[in-house]
C-alpha cells in the first residue's frame, strides 16, 4: 500500500501564491509517477499536473505557465507550486500516485483563491 498526505493548502487572494506538498510512504518502490488532480464543487475531478519518475511533466492547459510540479525523490515528496492563481483556481486538490495496476489517493487539500 502507498499513503499519501498532502498539505500546503489554503485561502490566497487572486494573484496569488501557494505551494503544495505530497508525502508518500509505504510501498512506494515500483511507482511509475505522481501528480496532483483538483475537484471543484459540482464539477468532476481533473487533471492538474503529473511528473514521471524520470522527471517528465505534464500540465492541464489551464494551468501551464503558471503552476510548476516537481519532485524530491530523497524526501519522497511532490510539489505543487501555484502562481498566479485565480478563483477558478478554487478546489480541492488530490495527490495521486499510480504505478501498474494501481492507482493511490491522498485525502485531498482545500484550495481557495478570493479577495
Known amino acids: 500500500q502507498v499513503q499519501l498526505v498532502e498539505s500546503g493548502g489554503g485561502l490566497v487572494q487572486p494573484g496569488g501564491s501557494l505551494r503544495l506538498s505530497c508525502a508518500a510512504s509505504?510501498?512506494?518502490?515500483?511507482?511509475?509517477?505522481m501528480g496532483w488532480y483538483r475537484q471543484a464543487p459540482g464539477k468532476q475531478r481533473e487533471l492538474v499536473a503529473t511528473?514521471?519518475?524520470?522527471?517528465?511533466?505534464n500540465y492541464a492547459d489551464s494551468v501551464k505557465g503558471r503552476f510548476i510540479i516537481s519532485s524530491d525523490n530523497a524526501k519522497k515528496t511532490v510539489y505543487l507550486q501555484m502562481n498566479s492563481l485565480k478563483p477558478e483556481d478554487t478546489a480541492v486538490y488530490y495527490c495521486?500516485?499510480?504505478?501498474?495496476?494501481?492507482?493511490?489517493w491522498g485525502r485531498g487539500t482545500q484550495v481557495t483563491v478570493s479577495s
Open positions: 495521486n500516485a499510480w504505478r501498474l495496476g494501481s492507482n493511490y
Open positions: 509505504g510501498f512506494i518502490s515500483n511507482i511509475v509517477g
Open positions: 511528473i514521471t519518475r524520470g522527471g517528465t511533466t
